[in-house]
């Protein structure tokens, strides 16, 4: 017969019962030292965040052995002092077991480096993500210590090439169970951990993304980007516009015609019901949670706690009710996802469908509009690139031509450009967390064993600046590094061609190790859109150079740019205040 393990709360309760055997304060003291240290050990084998598990192990304990100790010790008044003193101690205690079995020779991660604080609690890197600059931070530390560093008590970050493709091979960690409420029965397809369940849920989206489906999208791209064009030529002239909450708008209202048959009209009336404050406002409670997903199961289940995330996922699942009950006049996602046209041997059910909403509309629009405001950002800073971009955009002709999806696709400097904004800007800039399978005892990751319970990442924005990978400078905007040789070395000479001095000592010098390239993730887990947002960015960026001139606002840079970019999973954007001056062509 099987051993029946008793739950925490009983576990703990039997503790308690144990001491009323023990009558001396000097033994209830060690006893209570005894718990304190049981209740670290039951935490570390379930890790629990059910509130009576919590409240159970955390207050109703450590009250009843106060409550115990104070009875045998108290002398005149001093019950109340005997009273903290035992809650006091279990608490320090408890802590203290905690914070020096972290630190100790005996953890499983005591031999990778990191910071001291990182290494004792995920509260510095909680309050490091708030301020929106995780990214940074993981690069500085990865120059510091190398390319394997703990952050957290169980977190590793890899910048390792060897083990990038390993390691997204692996399931989500547990950054998500903090983003979404733990008694929520039917997560969205980003939030499964199981490798299983995610590839039944993933099918309804390849088949949404397969290039027959992708050509069918192409109308409603077109519309909507031939109206980003007119809206922001309607603008007042030659006042300022920002380009970041017009593409953001474009984006959104893309989204929504593409998984919904129809929706928003952002651009038309502007975010007048605050949804994009929404998307964008919840992101930031969601990646402190995402870091300490025990606190995030925890308020999750306040009602006022988060309000902008469930606003949001609110509206979204509206949104999917709606399309499910009246349909589309043409195949949208959810044609897809709902199983319209009867592919499935068991379609998704409603929860799972609705769930899926709002990611397609976060997933799409955010990461899209990131790239495409980011990528005039470099383009306006760098007058050469612009130009060139610009003068092979106008070689396709006019009109329809412009907009001719197959013939953007043959851009090598367009295609050179984006890869180039995606490398030095990718739309998840921190990557990816993953965890071995539960159960599985571990798992390998390049030459490096990650034990069971350990959630590991590659940072994305620190491996896309590596000098090992991408050379010579790194750091620099060079769509040109993209381009085959002889047409990179005729472009600039002074940095690519290997017999000049600025280039190095040898041909060697040029490094472009695509390998290392990874900005829409990689593996069971990598961005199925991705084909649709090349098409996307190719088509914005198409139109609005054809069309128009544009600058940056006078004193406007790059710094200030990127000193308002924050990194909370998606990417808040700064302002990108530009004028745009109608080319004389197109009239």
């Not at 740019?561 to 999973?569: E, I, K, L, Q, V």
Request: proline content about 7%; some cysteine; hydrophobic content about 40%.
């Amino acid at each position: 017969m099987a051993a029946v393990v008793e739950p925490p709360s009983t576990a703990a309760m039997t503790a308690a019962n144990a001491l009323l055997r023990v009558s001396s304060p000097p033994n209830l003291l060690g006893a209570i030292l005894g718990v304190a240290v049981l209740v670290h050990l039951v935490f570390k084998k379930t890790e629990t965040h059910e509130p009576w598990a919590l409240l159970g192990l955390l207050i109703a304990l450590p009250t009843a052995l106060a409550v115990l100790y104070a009875s045998h010790c108290c002398v005149g008044g001093s019950y109340a002092i005997a009273f903290c003193t035992a809650l006091g101690l279990f608490w320090t205690a408890l802590t203290c077991s905690i914070l020096v079995y972290r630190i100790s020779p005996i953890h499983p991660l005591a031999a990778y480096p990191g910071p001291l604080l990182c290494r004792l609690s995920k509260l510095r890197m909680a309050y490091i993500a708030l301020s929106g600059k995780q990214y940074l931070y993981y690069q500085y530390l990865h120059e510091k210590y190398g390319d394997v560093v703990r952050v957290g008590p169980n977190e590793l970050s890899i910048r390792d090439l060897n083990a990038t493709a390993s390691l997204h091979g692996l399931p989500k960690g547990t950054f998500w169970e903090g983003r979404v409420p733990e008694n929520e029965r039917v997560r969205p397809l980003i939030a499964l951990r199981d490798k299983r369940e995610h590839a039944r849920r993933r099918r309804p989206w390849t088949r949404a993304f397969s290039p027959g489906a992708l050509k069918s999208y192409e109308h409603i791209l077109l519309k909507r980007c031939a109206q980003l064009v007119d809206v922001l030529g309607s603008q007042p002239q030659p006042s300022p516009v920002d380009l970041t909450r017009w593409v953001g708008y474009w984006s959104y209202d893309v989204m929504n015609d593409l998984v919904f048959g129809e929706g928003t009209e952002m651009m038309r009336d502007g975010d007048v019901d605050g949804l994009w404050h929404l998307l964008e406002g919840g992101q930031k409670n969601a990646i402190a949670m995402g870091h300490l997903p025990w606190l995030g199961a925890l308020f999750l289940r306040l009602p006022h706690f988060a309000q902008e995330l469930k606003a949001f996922r609110a509206h979204a699942k509206r949104c999917a009710l709606r399309r499910m009950k009246q349909g589309s006049p043409h195949k949208d996602l959810f044609y897809y996802l709902i199983d319209e046209d009867g592919v499935e041997k068991h379609p998704p059910s409603v929860v799972e469908v609705i769930n899926d909403g709002g990611l397609a509309i976060i997933a799409g629009a955010d990461t899209t509009s990131s790239a495409i405001t980011n990528l005039f950002c470099f383009l306006l800073q760098s007058p050469k690139a612009y130009k060139r971009l610009q003068t092979e955009i106008d070689s396709l002709g006019s009109g329809e031509e412009v907009a001719d999806v197959s013939k953007q696709a043959s851009l090598s400097y367009l295609n050179a450009a984006l890869n180039e904004c995606l490398r030095l800007l990718p739309p998840v800039l921190s990557g990816s967390q993953r965890a071995p399978e539960i159960g599985s005892g571990g798992a390998m990751v390049g030459s490096l064993f990650i034990p069971e319970g350990t959630n590991v990442f590659t940072p994305t924005y620190a491996l896309h600046r590596d000098p090992r990978y991408f050379s010579p400078l790194p750091d620099t905007f060079l769509p040109e590094r993209w381009l085959p040789p002889a047409l990179r070395e005729s472009l600039e000479p002074t940095i690519f061609h290997p017999s000049k001095p600025d280039f190095g000592t040898s041909s060697s010098s040029f490094i472009l190790n695509t390998a290392a390239y990874n900005p829409f993730s990689l593996g069971t887990g990598s961005c199925i859109g991705k084909g649709f947002a090349w098409l996307e960015m190719r088509m914005v960026v198409c139109l609005l150079m054809h069309r128009y001139d544009i600058r940056l606002a006078e004193g406007y840079n790059l710094k200030q740019y990127m000193a308002g970019t924050r990194d909370y999973f998606v990417t808040i954007k700064a302002e990108l205040p530009v004028v745009l001056t109608p080319r004389r062509h197109t009239h």
